[in-house]
């Protein structure tokens, strides 16, 4: 006897279906519900319990003591820290290179060309032994002489 195969994927799919509604559907049984502790009032009653039988106990939030103060969003003050000891940091000019595309420089292991951000400072013209930066409208020279040094 000779099957097509729609006929074969059509009945493979069929058995497949059936298995899912048998062991996936039917009546599902219930969890049990584990009773919470009875909390206790300051004479040491136990509280009144809520309409649904579920007990909710008190806490007293301005006990609870919270890691980062007042506001969450404050980033720890190590973080803010190291980025601003990274910014104090100034750069030497190690190199300068010209090729077919313009001159590049190599400052504090960056290699970088007119335009380029080094820190927060802007490479505004690279010279044949100097790079000069600006920040702020403040003009900042680097000369090969001083990294050197």
Do not use: C, N
């Amino acid at each position: 006897m000779k099957v097509s195969k729609p006929v074969l994927y059509t009945l493979v799919l069929a058995v497949l279906f059936a298995g899912y509604i048998f062991l996936f559907t039917g009546k599902k049984r219930p969890v049990p519900a584990v009773p919470l502790p009875a909390p206790h009032t300051a004479q040491g009653t136990p509280a009144a319990q809520s309409t649904a039988g579920l007990e909710i106990p008190k806490v007293d939030v301005r006990a609870i003591q919270v890691a980062w103060g007042d506001d969450p969003f404050v980033l720890p003050r190590s973080i803010t820290d190291r980025k601003i000891e990274k910014s104090k940091v100034l750069p030497k000019l190690v190199a300068i290179m010209e090729s077919e595309k313009g001159r590049f420089a190599i400052i504090g292991g960056e290699i970088v060309k007119k335009g380029d951000m080094v820190g927060d400072e802007k490479v505004v013209e690279i010279g044949k032994d100097k790079v000069i930066l600006v920040r702020d409208r403040v003009k900042r020279t680097l000369s090969m002489e001083d990294g050197a040094q």
